[in-house]
């Protein structure tokens, strides 16, 4: 069974002559485990996909369900629920928390979740030091380079063991070291823990890393293509 | 720790200044509630402690419902009575001593302010209570002018057995020989003079009465007993007499309880402001967050969870002004006791402990703290959780409500403004102080709408100012796109400013009033001061002969004195002022707010009575009423013909009336404080010598020349205004250094912005005058919102106090100019940092800033 199921999935922002649709009957399925990659000019709907994934947002039309649950038929509490447990999100500005440590940042979907602070921290170290940061857990975000801080976003992601992992635009605002390293780890993930990932992004050449691309424009999938690996090279 | 703890306190910490700055308005308010309201129990506690220590073994204590003097037939009665073992009479006076009376040296504090002078019938009053005497004799039916003291007090005079005891009395200075020394007091309370009733009568001018009957039971009388006998003892007095101790106290109380209720009206303001401000900063702090917010939300934060983060911000704060608040509270009561002590204890003798703190009050104060800070961070909290986990991603995506909301908002506003106008006219203080503040709710309302009107008209008037930097439309325009950020930076400066307005229009009217009044109720060449002024009863006045003698001075044109009588009309205390109306018209006069000066007449054909407006609101009676005066004899139908003020007893539920009638109803011929008039061509140096010369056998008056006193007065009015501005203005600083703060995050939240304009080609001087363009606009519409605000709330305070004081209302030009400097000025402040800060900006680093 996929994970992700899209049918039909639309999204229009505004009404009358000012209407844009943003999303066109997009209907996609990935499967647990899968690394999609969602590439297309500026505008095309990208982020807009994931948004409606993630439940961060409501489709206009058609449906989206996230193993098993119809997110039409949830309200916000249960959404809110379902993300916590089922999703982690990843983004272009890492979006931490600037007043908590590296550490609590990572905690913070368990901590939400109502775990113990002793046992989510647990947790968040270990995802850290496997992310190489075991020697910055109590420093804050902006003692952290860009490529550091994502690689907290990255582990506050996984740290409720989530199926899903949905990234916008991970490395948009690294330079090409840290980007390679990024999406590197997002595979890792992927591969090696099993987690569906699906991750937006514009670069070609981090696109490459994932499974499979889809090609979106105009709120439409033009194009889907399967990429043949060498494990060794990714 | 809980997560919503957690961030909260975290991000409490990372704004460690502005963290402060929203607490320091709690601090204050719940600073005054909870000091001012732990103040006046203290003094009552210790009142009630040093009545209780004078009543030692006394079963019953009996004194006039009046509160004055009375014939002794009273005690006769008494003592027919079933059941009643001991009866004794007695004339108890407090003596105020003058300063340095005891010891002579300046230089030194005094120990001892006052004595309690104590006539009494020495046979019978050995019934009463035992008089174990340490040395010498006790009193016998054949002395004169001698006294029983105790043995602190002769030691405090350097006197023994044999000596003389020199005291001020109401007809000069007084020897006493003493006879008979007592242990040293035990219990606080004034040191006791016991002298034979004849002297002590002399001595206070009292002739042929007494003020305080102390009975005792026959033994083993049970409760129900004791009850009966009371109630015989009520039965045969009737209502002329109450039991119970005399409370020489009352009048002080009166005043203190009127100061009480004002500072804590101000304490409320203060929270109000205190919330007010919290509101504010938790609007800046939602929409600065908007970002971590939706990332939580994203997260999985539930809204409960995004409510009870901003709500314990709100929460921790609230605990924290709170408790700091109740901590400078107490010390602040230590402080006011301290200072009270001296006053205190020469005025009534009252030894004050520490604060007493009421759990009760302890609770009120924090809930009240607390209570305002939740409250005000709940519309904020409530927006923050309505943050949708999209705005993580696209800050910017929530414009669209705004300007629903704003037209609501102006509606309300103006719904509002109505309701207050309604209010002033209505002339009513207890509508007209509320309609103060929803004034200032319904500037915050509109200014949203107002926004672009007012930034076109100053940005017109400083556009021409920044026309060569080319930036002044932009300032302008910058503005009016965000109507509901700058409505909270303004409001936030313009409560400030409304504030110090308001004290200005407050202290020029007060001024302004006072002044007249002193110059016409104290005009007077000489006076001679008692040493507790205003409060009447614990003085000794003198004798009618001063007034005689002086009035026989040569040059001297007329005297007029006050004489006091404590009353009650309906079960409420008043205080009666009697007056000579020819010789006090001549000499001094009365600043009237219904009738004139013929109403002085009046008062010598009848019973009549001129009150003053704290008189007419406490028994809610009016001009042409008839009212009940409560006398040693019963009650007293007088009317009422005139409301007008002096000075001195303006404070006081006072009654004015012929001494005439003083002496007729309640006996009285003492002279409490003298003012005199002298002839023009009189030499000044030679006849203030003789008045002085004379007033020496009186030592507990100061005998002083009119105009010296009016500057020490004028002085000590100047000095308490000057602290009422103080206040004000702590009250002002929190939130100016909130608009400070919210300017400061305007330019940091456009950063990028400016970065985009550099990249232009816009120079750094240019940024910079952008930067203090705007700040400066902002700073204009937070000002004059601030000055319709102040003018408002000035006007309020005016007429609510004028139902008390006649005072007009003063237009405070001072206040308004202070204003308008202070907001400009802060403005200017305000842009200085960030507009540094945005001109040195890296144009690359600037356009990168999220």
Redo the contacts between chains.
């Keep these: 069974m996929s994970l992700i199921t899209t049918s039909k999935l639309t999204k229009i922002y505004g009404s009358g002559a000012t209407a844009v649709t943003a999303l066109d009957h997009v209907s996609i399925s990935i499967q647990p485990g899968e690394f999609v990659a969602v590439m297309g000019p500026s505008g095309c709907g990208k ?1 807009t996909l994931l ?1 409606l994934i ?1 439940g ?2 409501k489709a206009s039309q058609g449906s989206v369900s996230v193993d098993g649950h119809n997110l039409n038929d949830l309200d ?2 249960s959404l ?2 379902l ?3 089922k999703m982690g ?1 990843v ?1 272009q ?1 890492y ?6 440590t590296a550490l ?1 940042n990572a905690a ?2 368990v ?3 109502g775990s113990q ?1 002793a046992e989510a921290q647990k947790k968040a170290a270990e995802w850290l030091s496997r992310f190489g940061l075991g020697g910055r857990l109590s420093h804050r975000p902006d003692q952290l380079s860009g490529g550091q801080q994502q690689r907290v976003a990255i582990a ?1 992601a996984l740290v ?1 063991e989530p199926q899903l992992i949905l990234a ?1 635009e991970p490395t948009g605002n690294l330079d090409t070291k840290s980007s390679d390293e990024i999406a590197g780890l997002l595979r890792q993930v992927s591969k090696e823990l099993g987690r569906a990932v699906i991750m937006v992004t514009h670069d070609p050449r981090i696109a490459a890393y994932a499974d499979r691309i889809i090609f979106l424009k105009d709120g439409k999938v033009v194009e889907e293509t399967i990429l043949e690996k060498n494990s060794q090279n990714h | ?1 809980n ?1 919503q703890l ?2 909260a306190t ?2 409490l ?2 704004r460690k200044l502005r963290t402060f700055l929203t607490t320091l308005a709690i601090i204050f308010g719940v600073l005054l509630i909870f000091g001012m309201n732990t103040v006046l129990p203290t003094m009552i506690a210790a009142l009630q402690a040093n009545v209780q220590g004078a009543e030692g073994s006394v079963d019953f204590t009996i004194t006039s419902a009046a509160g004055g003097s009375f014939e002794p037939a009273a005690a006769e009665q008494l003592r027919q009575l079933d059941g009643v073992r001991a009866v004794a009479a007695s004339l108890q006076r407090t003596v105020n001593l003058p300063a340095d009376f005891v010891d002579g040296d300046s230089s030194r504090p005094d120990t001892l302010n006052a004595i309690k002078l104590i006539g009494i019938t020495p046979e019978i009053a050995r019934s009463i209570r035992a008089y174990p005497l340490v040395e010498g004799r006790y009193l016998n039916d054949s002395d004169n002018a001698s006294a029983v003291i105790s043995q602190t007090l002769a030691d405090a005079c350097s006197v023994k057995v044999g000596d003389t005891l020199r005291l001020p009395s109401a007809a000069g200075m007084t020897e006493l020989t003493i006879v008979g020394l007592l242990p040293g007091r035990l219990a606080a309370g004034n040191e006791d003079v016991f002298v034979p009733l004849a002297q002590a009568q002399k001595m206070t001018g009292e002739t042929g009465k007494v003020n305080l009957i102390e009975l005792n039971v026959q033994a083993f009388a049970d409760e129900s007993r004791r009850a009966e006998i009371q109630a015989a003892i009520e039965a045969s007095l009737g209502e002329n007499f109450r039991i119970g101790a005399l409370m020489a106290g009352d009048e002080l109380f009166a005043t203190l309880e009127l100061g009480q209720v004002g500072l804590s009206i101000f304490g409320v303001l203060a929270l109000f402001m205190g919330g007010f401000i919290i509101f504010n900063t938790f609007r800046t702090v939602v929409s600065e967050r908007r ?2 917010i939706g ?9 409960g ?1 995004i409510l009870g983060m901003i709500l314990a911000e709100g929460l921790i704060q609230g605990l924290l002004g709170s408790g700091i608040g109740l901590f400078l509270g107490y010390w602040m009561a230590v402080g006011v006791i301290r200072i009270a002590q001296g006053p205190m204890s020469s005025f009534i003798n009252l030894q004050l402990g520490w604060p007493v703190i009421s759990p009760g009050l302890v609770f009120v104060s924090v809930l009240a703290g607390m209570g305002v800070t939740v409250l005000a961070g709940l519309i904020p909290a409530f927006s923050a959780s309505r943050v ?3 705005e ?2 696209r800050p910017s995506a929530s414009e669209t409500s705004i300007k629903r909301q704003t037209g609501y908002g102006f509606i309300a506003g103006v719904g509002l403004a109505m309701l207050s106008l309604a209010a002033i006219f209505s002339r009513q203080a207890a509508l007209i102080i509320p309609g103060g503040l929803l004034f200032l709710v319904s500037l915050v309302l509109v200014s949203p709408a107002l926004v672009r009107p007012f930034a076109n008209i100053f940005g017109r008037l400083t556009a021409p100012i920044f026309a060569r930097q080319g930036i002044g439309g932009l300032a302008q325009n910058n503005l009016s796109r965000q109507p509901t950020r700058v409505a909270v930076t303004a409001s936030a400066s313009m409560l400030g400013l409304a504030v110090i307005v308001a004290a200005g229009g407050l202290v020029s009217s007060m001024t302004g009033m006072l002044g007249g009044m002193l110059k016409d109720s104290l005009g007077s060449d000489y006076l001679l001061v008692p040493p507790s002024i205003g409060v009447w009863s614990s003085n000794v006045g003198a004798t009618p002969a001063l007034a005689e003698s002086l009035r026989g001075l040569d040059g001297v044109e007329a005297v007029s004195t006050f004489r006091y009588a404590a009353s009650k009309t309906n079960g409420l205390a008043v205080s009666l002022i009697g007056i000579e109306p020819g010789d006090f018209e001549r000499v001094s006069g009365l600043v009237f707010s219904e009738g004139n000066r013929s109403s002085y007449a009046e008062l010598t054909e009848a019973r009549t009575l001129i009150v003053n407006g704290s008189f007419l609101i406490a028994t809610k009676t009016r001009v042409g009423d008839t009212v009940e005066l409560l006398t040693p004899t019963g009650r007293i139908p007088y009317r009422i013909v005139a409301a007008a003020t002096d000075l001195l007893n303006a404070k006081l539920t006072t009654a004015y009336l012929s001494q005439a009638n003083l002496q007729a109803d309640f006996g009285v011929t003492e002279d409490v404080f003298l003012q005199l008039d002298l002839r023009d061509s009189a030499d000044q140096q030679a006849i203030g010598a003789k008045v002085r010369a004379l007033a020496a056998a009186y030592p507990q008056f100061k005998a002083i020349s009119g105009a010296e006193y009016y500057a020490s007065l004028m002085g000590m009015l100047e000095a308490a205004f000057l602290g009422i501005y103080l206040l004000f203005a702590l009250l002002a600083l929190p939130s100016l250094i909130a608009m400070l703060n919210t300017l400061a995050i305007n330019v940091i939240e456009r950063t990028r912005e400016i970065g985009m304009l550099r990249a232009l080609g816009s120079t750094r001087s240019q940024i910079r005058a952008l930067v203090l363009a705007e700040a400066l606009l902002l700073a204009a519409i937070g000002t004059v919102f601030g000055i319709l605000g102040g003018l408002y709330l000035g006007y309020a305070l005016v007429t609510a106090i004028e139902v008390i004081f006649p005072m007009g209302y003063y237009f405070p030009m001072s206040g308004i100019l202070a204003a308008l400097v202070t907001g400009l000025l802060f403005g200017a402040l305000a842009a200085i940092i960030p507009a540094r800060q945005a001109a040195a900006m890296n144009v690359v680093e600037a356009l990168r800033y ?1």
């Excluded at chain 2, 939580?296 to 934060?301: I, N, P, V």
């Design positions: 982020s948004h993630g961060l947002d916000d509490d809110t629920k993300r916590r447990r999100f983004f500005f979006n931490l928390i600037p007043v908590l609590e913070l979907p901590t939400l979740d602070p506050r409720a916008d | 720790m997560i957690t961030l975290r991000y910490l990372g970002r971590d990332m939580l939300r994203a997260l999985g934060a539930t809204r969870v949708t986990p999209l993580a991603l999220e």
